[in-house]
T-cell receptor
Framework: QKEVEQNSGPLSVPEGAIASLNCTYSDRVSQSFFWYRQYSGKSPELIMSIYSNGDKEDGRFTAQLNKASQYVSLLIRDSQPSDSATYLCAVNRVYSGGGADGLTFGKGTHLIIQP | GAVVSQHPSRVICKSGTSVKIECRSLDFQATTMFWYRQFPKQSLMLMATSNEGSKATYEQGVEKDKFLINHASLTLSTLTVTSAHPEDSSFYIC????????????FGQGTRLTVV
């Protein structure tokens, strides 16, 4: 049973501060890790993908992966009110030949950026 | 970027009827499409995976005779909810990827199904 765990929140962060979102996963053979942002009633929007241990930065976003601890996180610097949304962590497996499973999602963390 | 279009965005149907949802990849050939379902305040749950020209693979607990998936071309997959009941009311979302695109898949806008 593949599981992805996230704290549901809400996580309240002052505007301009760093928001830190965490995720753990149970399937050790997971190889691809994603953070999605979902606004209410909308489809998920990809924020970051990460495949190797360490940090990956893209603008105000930094994803961190630690496969030994089965842990992935997302940092949002200089948080803005527009960052208020539910953040979904997702993982999947990759197969030789380029195929991949569908994503296993966590339940999401509801982030609130306070002006 | 890769665009996936899903239609309709909202649909209301009567209990016992069938509803078809379309998922189209507009600027790439989707070798694999995924169908997800999201109930209120829950996360997305994978329902099935379909590869072009093959039968869909359903996740445990998803009734293949109720949720018919067709992936007859590299740009179109359809999900038909047969004999819909109020408990099928949910947000249905497709995603699509192509061979060699890595593991990233691109999501459609989703379809809000309400069965009355």
């Amino acid at each position: 049973q593949k599981e992805v765990e996230q704290n549901s929140g809400p996580l309240s962060v002052p505007e301009g501060a760093i928001a830190s979102l965490n995720c753990t996963y149970s399937d050790r053979v997971s190889q691809s890790f994603f953070w999605y942002r979902q606004y209410s009633g909308k489809s998920p929007e990809l924020i970051m993908s990460i495949y190797s241990n360490g940090d990956k930065e893209d603008g105000r976003f930094t994803a961190q992966l630690n496969k030994a601890s089965q842990y992935v996180s997302l940092l949002i610097r200089d948080s803005q009110p527009s960052d208020s949304a539910t953040y979904l962590c997702a993982v999947n497996r990759v197969y030789s030949g380029g195929g991949a499973d569908g994503l296993t999602f966590g339940k999401g963390t509801h982030l609130i950026i306070q002006p | 970027g890769a665009v996936v279009s899903q239609h309709p965005s909202r649909v209301i149907c009567k209990s016992g009827t069938s509803v078809k949802i379309e998922c189209r990849s507009l600027d790439f050939q989707a070798t694999t499409m995924f169908w997800y379902r999201q109930f209120p305040k829950q996360s997305l749950m994978l329902m099935a995976t379909s590869n072009e020209g093959s039968k869909a693979t359903y996740e445990q607990g998803v009734e293949k005779d109720k949720f018919l998936i067709n992936h007859a071309s590299l740009t179109l997959s359809t999900l038909t909810v047969t004999s819909a009941h109020p408990e099928d009311s949910s947000f249905y979302i497709c995603s699509a990827r192509w061979q060699g695109a890595g593991t990233e898949a691109f999501f459609g806008q989703g379809t809000r199904l309400t069965v009355v």
